[in-house]
Each structure stands twice: as structure tokens, then as C-alpha cells.
Nanobody, 112 residues
């Protein structure tokens, strides 16, 4: 089973950018996809963006499309989430998912 570890979270002002990383413990060729999800206290985890391992196709949900970009470096077994034009409502813990495995999450806080 692939294990993942996120990094790159932090505090950023509105309109700023951050890049999250998700390092996988093993080759991800055996899983169908990887993705990013966001969670805030008291709410369920929300799908942000995902990428298919087979062909690299990507998808981001409406609140994030056009501002966030998901990408994968296959040589490094690392998934990225480039977040631009950040808004206050993007605040939350961002989790990486690889197959059925979840990371521990990384906090992103958008605040002035």
C-alpha cells in the first residue's frame, strides 16, 4: 500500500500562492489516481483536484478550477498542488489521497 506525506502548507495573504507537495512511498503505477482534498472543522472532506495515473488527465472542482493546478512528477513519485489567487475560503487542512491511502494533512491558512 502506498503511503503519502504532505508538505508545503502555511500562512499566505489573500491573492497569494502556495505549492503543496505529496511524496509517495512507492511507485504509484498500481493505483488509478491521486488527488487533493480539503477539510475545515465541522465539515466533511471536500474534493479539490485529482489526476489519473494512466494518462495524466486532471480535474479540479468548480471552486478551484482556474486557480489551482495539480501535477505529478513521476520520477520523484510526488504530487503537487499549485494554488494561485488564494481566497480566505481556501483555508483548511489539505489532504493527499493515493488510491485508498490518506496523508496526515497540511494546514493552509489564507489571512491578511
Amino acid at each position: 500500500q502506498v503511503e503519502v506525506v504532505e508538505s508545503g502548507g502555511g500562512l499566505v495573504p489573500p491573492g497569494g500562492s502556495l505549492r503543496l507537495s505529496c511524496a509517495a512511498s512507492a511507485d504509484t503505477v498500481s493505483i488509478s489516481g491521486m488527488g487533493w482534498h480539503r477539510q475545515v472543522p465541522g465539515k466533511s472532506r471536500e474534493w479539490v483536484c485529482s489526476i489519473a495515473i494512466s494518462d495524466g488527465s486532471t480535474y479540479c472542482t468548480d471552486p478551484y478550477r482556474g486557480r489551482f493546478t495539480i501535477a505529478k512528477d513521476n520520477a520523484k513519485n510526488t504530487l503537487y498542488l499549485q494554488m494561485n489567487s488564494l481566497k480566505l475560503e481556501d483555508t483548511g487542512v489539505y489532504y493527499c489521497k493515493a488510491g485508498d491511502s490518506w496523508g496526515q494533512g497540511t494546514q493552509v491558512t489564507v489571512s491578511s
